[in-house]
């Protein structure tokens, strides 16, 4: 299975190909990032073109957002409009990098609105995915009930899941996800932390293996999917925690999980 990380795990205020070229040297064969690159000290256009140049698989792209506005996206008005138009441009971009999966978030809070508004922009967005010929694809946040009411009001092959496992451990792990969404899923966040804590969420972005998910379960769950899916770690980590190492660590990480879905599809 290919194994990718995200260039977003570690801010080192640019050092952008430093950190491209440790992830290569700890053995991934496949990297992804967001639209959103304030970090990097190199443009999108270039990233990409050194991801591609190095031999990179890029599985995924991530919207890039600001948490509080998506809102909007299910409200009539100039916000919501500009956050639909603002959307519809990324998905082109992701489409002109030829990346084959485009990762967008619709809500940022608990109780989302849920409205016929919503679904027509997400429509609208779909018809930009199905023209250009990129998987639009939910990612789990905090209301599954909102992404239920996605799909169960649109219907298009180009409608997909991203799985997120941090976000399901900590955020609503009381909800089967896999038995719900698990035929349109084509991404994979993994990452790991303690489920829900006082005062906040937990959304750690911690390594596999150094939280309290489940990870035979997990891999239970990705035997399901189809094979060619990428193990794709979400890890997040502070400058001042940082070294090449981590790269390093991750990776074994991955290769420790692929051999727990590997064995899980040998139980079949």
Known sequence: ????????????????????????EAGF??????????????????????????GFFIPQMHCSYYEPNLKYLWQDGQLGDEQENDLKQQIIQTAGYEIENFVLHTNGEFNPPKTQTGIERIKRMLEVAEKYNVNLCIENLYDIDQMKYIFNHIESDKLKVCYDCGHHNCLNSETDLFNIFKDKITVLHLHDNFG?????????????????????????????????????????????????????????????????????????
């Open 29 to 54: 064969d496949s990297i992804y990032t967001g639209i959103y690159n304030k970090a990097e000290d190199m443009p999108l256009d270039d990233i990409i073109a050194m991801f591609k140049a190095e």
């Open 196 to 268: 829900k804590v006082p005062n906040g969420t937990g959304d750690l972005h911690k390594m596999l293996g150094e939280g309290n998910i489940d990870l035979d379960k997990l891999a239970m769950h990705i035997a399901q999917l189809p094979q060619d899916i990428a193990l794709c770690a979400e890890y997040k980590v502070s400058k001042d925690q940082y070294s090449k190492e981590f790269f390093v660590k991750a990776k074994k990480t991955l290769d420790v999980f692929e051999n727990k879905i590997e064995l899980q599809r040998n139980l079949k």
């Open 1 to 24: 299975m290919r194994k990718a990380i995200n260039l977003y795990s570690v801010n080192l205020n640019g050092r952008t190909k430093e950190k491209i070229m440790a992830i290569k």
